[in-house]
C-alpha cells in the first residue's frame, strides 16, 4: 500500500542531529527530554515508541517487497538502521509540518476530526484482534488520534502551499528519446583505437540500403540492454544532445564519451505516454522544490532537542503489527476526507 505521508523529501533526520541546521536553527542535546523521547520540534515532541510505529510500517513494505528472508541477510543490519532513519526522518517532518499549519491558522473539518478518532478506535481494535495491547500496541486511542492530526494537518498544510504553483512544463522538456543502442567499452593499449575502427565500420553497414539495423546492433552491442531510454538531464550531455538531435529513424556518428563508444539509432523521438509520466512527475518535483523553499524559514527557526544517546544505545524494535495497523487506519479513514 501506498502510504499518503509521503508528502516531500528531504533530510530533517539530519539536521535533528549533529548536521548543520542552518543559521537560525539551534540544536540542544538532551536538554528536558524525557528518558524515551528522542527529540522536540519547539513544543512537540518525538518518542522512541512512534519512530519504532513507522519503522515497523516502512520494514512491512520491505518484507512485502523482498520477502521475510531480506532480515537474515549480512545486511540486515545496515537495512535496519536504513529503516531507523527513514522511520525518523518521516514521524520528523509530520510533526514540523503539523506545527507549520498551525502557524498558519489551518485547522482540520469536523469530518477530518471524527476520521481520526475513528481511525484511532479501529487501530486499537485491530491490534486487540490479534492480541497485542499495552506496549505491544505501541499507542493508545488517545495518542495515536492525535498523531492522526498531526498527519492529517501535515497533508493539508502541503496541500494548501502548493496548490497555486503550475509550472509550465514543455513536451520538449518532459520528452523521451526511445533509440536503439550500439556500445563497445574503452579498452586498454591499441584496442580503443579498434572498437572505433569497429563503430565506423557498424555505422557505415547501417547506413547502406536494405540493412536490418536491428540485427546489426544486436549483435555488436555489449551493453546489457538494447535500447536506451532518455530523459532530459539524467545522462552524459554529450550522449543527450546527440540523442534528442535525431529525427526518427535516423542513425547518430559514433559517440566517443569516457565510458566507451556509442552508435544510435532512434525509434521513436517522443513516447507519448512516457511523456506524459514525465511532465506529472517534473510537475511534483517542481512543486516539492518550492515548498522546500518556503518552508525552510520555517524550519531554521524550530528550537530543535535531540537525544543522541537514546538513539545511538537505546535498543529499537520495528513495530510491524502496530505499524501496518496504523496507516492503514490512515488510508482507510482519514486520506478520503482531505
Not at 513494505?61 to 545486511?75: F, R
Not at 580503443?192 to 547506413?207: S, V
Not at 531554521?300 to 543522541?308: E, H, I, P
Not at 535498543?315 to 486520506?335: E, I, K, N, V
Request: aromatic share 8%; net charge negative; hydrophobic share 45%.
Amino acid at each position: 500500500m501506498a502510504y499518503r505521508w509521503r508528502w516531500a523529501v528531504w533530510l530533517l533526520a539530519a539536521a535533528l542531529g549533529l548536521a548543520s541546521c542552518g543559521q537560525g536553527s539551534r540544536v540542544i542535546f538532551t536538554k528536558g527530554l524525557a528518558a524515551e523521547e528522542l527529540f522536540s520540534l519547539g513544543e512537540e515532541r518525538g518518542s522512541k515508541a512512534q519512530v519504532e510505529l513507522f519503522m515497523g510500517a516502512i520494514e512491512g513494505g520491505y518484507a512485502s517487497a523482498y520477502g521475510q528472508e531480506l532480515w537474515q541477510t549480512g545486511g540486515g543490519v545496515q537495512l535496519e538502521m536504513e529503516v531507523r532513519e527513514r522511520a525518523l526522518e518521516a514521524l520528523a517532518r509530520t510533526k514540523a509540518m503539523a506545527l507549520l499549519a498551525e502557524e498558519e491558522g489551518l485547522t482540520l473539518e469536523a469530518a477530518q476530526l471524527e476520521a481520526a478518532r475513528t481511525a484511532a478506535s479501529a487501530y486499537v481494535k485491530a491490534l486487540e484482534e490479534q492480541g497485542l495491547a499495552g506496549e505491544e500496541a505501541v499507542l493508545d486511542a488517545d495518542q495515536a488520534q492525535a498523531l492522526y492530526r498531526q498527519m492529517a494537518l501535515a497533508q493539508r498544510i502541503y496541500a494548501q502551499l502548493i496548490q497555486d504553483i503550475q509550472p509550465e512544463i514543455s513536451d520538449d522538456e518532459a520528452r523521451t528519446v526511445v533509440c536503439a543502442l550500439v556500445f563497445l567499452p574503452k579498452e586498454e593499449r591499441d584496442k580503443g583505437q579498434y572498437h572505433l575502427q569497429t563503430m565506423q565500420e557498424i555505422r557505415r553497414q547501417a547506413l547502406e540500403a536494405g540493412a536490418d539495423v536491428a540485427v546489426l546492433f544486436a549483435r555488436h552491442n555489449q551493453a546489457p540492454e538494447g535500447e536506451l531510454r532518455l530523459r532530459r538531464g539524467e545522462a552524459d550531455p554529450r550522449l543527450e544532445e546527440a540523442a534528442f538531435a535525431l529525427a526518427q529513424d535516423e542513425i547518430s556518428q559514433v559517440l566517443v564519451l569516457d565510458s566507451g563508444y556509442y552508435l544510435l539509432k532512434c525509434i521513436s523521438t517522443q513516447d507519448v505516454e512516457e511523456t506524459q509520466r514525465n511532465k506529472e512527475a517534473l510537475l511534483a518535483r517542481r512543486r516539492q522544490e518550492a515548498f522546500l523553499l518556503s518552508y525552510e524559514g520555517f524550519w531554521q527557526g524550530l528550537d530543535k532537542q535531540w537525544n543522541a544517546q537514546l538513539w545511538e544505545q537505546g535498543q529499537w524494535q520495528a513495530r510491524t503489527a502496530a505499524g501496518q495497523a496504523f496507516f492503514a487506519m490512515y488510508a482507510l479513514y482519514l486520506a478520503p476526507v482531505l
